[in-house]
């Protein structure tokens, strides 16, 4: 700060907060920095963006536009509502998930501004700042986004994809000290597309009964699976362990910008009875909740919903995922992961083959530059050395981008013939 003799500052130096300069979200840090320039002559194709809507091909359906709307020209809900969300919508939310094992009221539902706004409404009420937390690495960028936001530290237990991607548990184990907060479990995944079966599931709750650690279970992705997967809420599985789900209309219903996601408490142990609901009502205030118009409309939305809407979104996340599979497990150099459900497809790259590349970044830009063809490096998700893309496009385009990304490894790749990949 630039003082004058009286104590006047002598010019305009307006700072930031400590806070606003730690924090970062790192695939916009790395993506931002990337100096992408496409082949003019080529038709770009953004496989990076984890939205469903973005191509058009998916929307959501008119059962839903119907229920919004009336709200909106009903012109009741226009004004505040509790912080926690409407009755009417957390009641909706608690009998959409309401399980044998894990019953709920509306008393257990807190509505947010998104799953985002849920995830980091359960971290502040979890961790402390110089508290840890688990996170699975690969993972979703905001874990560490509000780690740094609130100086708490992301330890990333590793997932392995020669597994489906599940969860390293004796890693996962090591990292815990008496500073940990609190384990976050993503299934189905965000970016592996990986789906944790029930022994796994029971496996994790297991460690976390041991050590006395809540979990925070991001169900964004929630029935997202592929025929001969099963989703098991983590509710089902924690019988003896706390859990906070966070769960939200933004990916099955193909409604990320409607922002209204919610937190379920589970909690069978009476561990969160004394501070974490009255801290979990206290975060609600700082914003006075998500969208009205949208939670007026939420009991419709879950009542009217036909069930074939979801079989047609999922049936193009799963095709293009086989297709992805089929072409790639064919390039050599390159190790493709099947998923079981979400909308991600991740695949490894072996730069002994690539060696023209330092890494997947470098991998990443020069795609770009050649083929017009956008995927998110794994080094977004602590994860380098693979790439992440979406499965939401349509087939046509799928086919292309697979095209050229296939003429883009036989360009460059400098080792012998073969094929690989993960099923």
């Given at each position: 700060m630039t003082e004058s003799q009286n104590g006047k500052r002598s010019k305009w130096t307006v700072s930031g907060s400590?806070?606003?300069?730690?924090?970062?979200?790192?695939?916009?840090?790395?993506?931002?920095?990337?100096?992408?320039?496409?082949?003019?002559?080529?038709?770009?194709?953004?496989?990076?963006?984890?939205?469903?809507?973005?191509?058009?091909?998916?929307?959501?359906?008119?059962?839903?536009?119907?229920?919004?709307?009336?709200?909106?020209?009903?012109?009741?809900?226009?004004?505040?509502v509790p912080a926690l969300g409407m009755e009417s919508a957390r009641e909706a939310v608690a009998k959409e998930f309401s399980i044998p094992e894990s019953p709920l009221t509306f008393k257990d539902v807190i509505l947010s501004c998104g799953c985002s706004g849920a995830i980091e409404m359960a971290l502040l009420v979890l961790a402390n700042p110089g508290q840890n937390v688990l996170v699975p690495c690969p993972g979703f960028s905001i874990y560490r986004t509000l780690a740094g936001s609130y100086q708490f530290e992301p330890r990333g237990y590793k997932l392995l994809p020669e597994k489906s991607w599940e969860a390293d548990l004796e890693h996962m184990e090591s990292l815990i000290d008496d500073k940990t907060a609190c384990i976050v479990v993503n299934s189905p995944s965000n970016p592996c597309g990986g789906v944790f079966n029930k022994e796994h599931l029971e496996d994790i709750c297991r460690i976390a009964e041991r050590h006395r650690l809540p979990i925070l279970?991001?169900?964004?992705?929630?029935?997202?699976?592929?025929?001969?997967?099963?989703?098991?809420?983590?509710?089902?599985?924690?019988?003896?362990?706390?859990?906070?789900?966070?769960?939200?209309?933004?990916?099955?219903?193909?409604?990320?910008?409607?922002?209204?996601?919610?937190?379920?408490?589970?909690?069978?142990?009476?561990?969160?009875?004394?501070?974490?609901?009255?801290?979990?009502?206290?975060?609600?205030?700082?914003?006075?909740?998500?969208?009205?118009?949208?939670?007026?409309?939420?009991?419709?939305?879950?009542?009217?919903?036909?069930?074939?809407?979801y079989t047609k979104s999922m049936k193009v996340f799963q095709e293009n995922s086989e297709l992805i599979y089929d072409s790639l497990s064919h390039v050599p150099g390159l190790f493709p992961v099947m998923p079981c459900g979400a909308?991600?497809?991740?695949?490894?790259?072996?730069?002994?083959?690539?060696?023209?590349?330092?890494?997947?970044?470098a991998f990443v830009t020069k795609l770009v530059e050649e083929e017009s063809v956008f995927c998110l490096p794994g080094k977004c998700f602590e994860y380098p050395n693979f790439v992440r893309i979406v499965t939401s496009l349509p087939k046509e385009k799928t086919v292309i981008a697979l095209q050229r990304i296939t003429e883009f490894c036989a360009r460059h790749y400098q080792g012998e013939q073969g094929s690989n990949g993960i099923k």
């Open positions: 400590d806070m606003a300069m730690r924090t970062h979200n790192p695939i916009r840090a790395i993506v931002d920095g990337l100096k992408l320039e496409p082949n003019p002559d080529k038709e770009f194709i953004a496989l990076s963006l984890g939205d469903p809507t973005l191509f058009g091909n998916l929307s959501t359906c008119e059962e839903m536009r119907e229920a919004v709307c009336d709200v909106v020209t009903g012109m009741k809900n226009n004004g505040y279970s991001d169900e964004v992705y929630a029935d997202m699976v592929f025929p001969g997967q099963d989703f098991h809420p983590l509710s089902s599985i924690a019988k003896n362990v706390p859990v906070l789900t966070c769960g939200g209309l933004a990916k099955r219903y193909l409604v990320p910008g409607w922002r209204l996601g919610w937190i379920l408490i589970h909690d069978p142990c009476d561990a969160f009875k004394d501070e974490v609901r009255q801290g979990l009502m206290n975060l609600s205030t700082r914003i006075l909740g998500p969208c009205t118009v949208i939670q007026a409309a939420l009991p419709r939305i879950f009542s009217e919903t036909p069930s074939d809407f909308m991600y497809f991740m695949f490894g790259i072996d730069m002994d083959k690539f060696d023209c590349f330092k890494d997947d970044m």
